[in-house]
């Protein structure tokens, strides 16, 4: 994905772009004085292209950093824990069980990988895409949620296991172009379609995508639903969705734990929805209709 220009606009009010590079995380802030009324407008021009590494040959993908050029600080940045995201207790006792017998990075992951598409499943009375407190799952047993939990799991397992993993949250802009209903925006209004993915860093290949929440909801939800395992199209998906990602969707930022900038609420898990406070607190972001937010993506021509 490459960034060709963001802008934004306040009538009445003040907006700035604050970054935390680490995490790739830019936000628009923007204050208004009382008797104005508060309206953002923030436009975003990407460019994308499909996202593919082949684990079954040797070398980085030129999409990719190569373990080389990937620096040691970066790495550990994703290894640490997060306050939903730990990696001691039953998340390591859970990764040491998957990981057993694994000889490489890659075996490592797709064991990972495939005991969260095996055990977890999408639950469709989830409210947004989740919130991915993943010693909260393991220790219930409740293994069922969205992306924001499902892909999660992986990246705390990952994380424990000693591979460098981080979520990728973002938003879906378009529909897919691989036959797939379930996993593409339906229209142009985007305003529900936010979805998070995974990336793990292996070594000989640098950064891989992954999306075993994806194949939880090719499961669900591709029509007719409720397919089983052994689907064509799900065991199509399950194939796919380890190693590459249809870039029918924008990243937005890598980061847990965020502080919103002069805001005086906690801290959110991660940022993939707008947000906003008035004097009253923080209002309910998965409520657009009450927040009245909308986004809309539509494909330009060069």
């Known amino acids: 994905q490459q960034t060709i220009a963001n802008t934004f606009n306040a009538p009445g009010g003040k907006a700035r772009f604050v970054e935390r590079k680490d995490d790739a995380l830019g936000i628009v802030v923007a204050e208004f004085p009382a008797g104005v009324t508060p309206v953002v407008t923030v436009t975003s021009r990407i460019a994308t292209r499909n996202y593919a590494v082949d684990v079954g040959a040797l070398g980085p993908h030129p999409l990719t950093p190569s373990p080389k050029g990937e620096g040691e600080r970066n790495l550990k940045h994703f290894l640490r824990p997060t306050r939903l995201l730990p990696t001691d207790g039953i998340v390591k006792d859970k ?31 989830t409210r ?23 892909n999660a799991l992986f990246v705390g397992l990952a994380r ?20 797939y209903k379930s996993l593409g925006a339906a229209s142009d209004h985007v305003t529900k379609s936010q979805h998070c993915r995974a990336e793990v ?102």
């Open 160 to 179: 424990a296991s000693g591979l460098p993993a981080r979520d990728v949250y973002g938003i879906r802009v378009a529909r897919s172009e691989l036959g």
């Open 201 to 302: 860093h292996l070594e000989n290949y640098g950064w891989v995508p992954v999306d075993p929440a994806d194949v939880r909801k090719v499961v669900l939800e591709e029509p007719p639903g409720n397919r089983p395992l052994d689907d064509a199209m799900v065991t199509a998906a399950r194939a796919r969705l380890f190693g590459s990602w249809e870039m029918n969707w924008m990243a937005y930022n890598f980061a847990h734990d965020v502080e919103l900038p002069g805001s005086r609420g906690a801290p959110l898990p991660f940022l993939m929805y707008p947000q906003a406070e008035t004097a009253e607190g923080r209002i309910d972001s998965l409520d657009p209709d009450a927040f009245k937010y909308e986004i809309v993506a539509r494909a330009l021509t060069s």
């Open 128 to 150: 947004g895409c989740g919130l991915g407190d993943i010693r909260f799952m393991l220790e219930t047993g409740d293994l069922g949620g969205k992306c924001a939990d499902l």
């Open 95 to 125: 990764a040491d069980e998957i990981t057993r017998g694994a000889k490489s990075d890659v075996d490592k992951a797709r064991a990972i990988y495939d005991w969260i598409v095996d055990h977890t499943f999408r639950k469709p009375t």
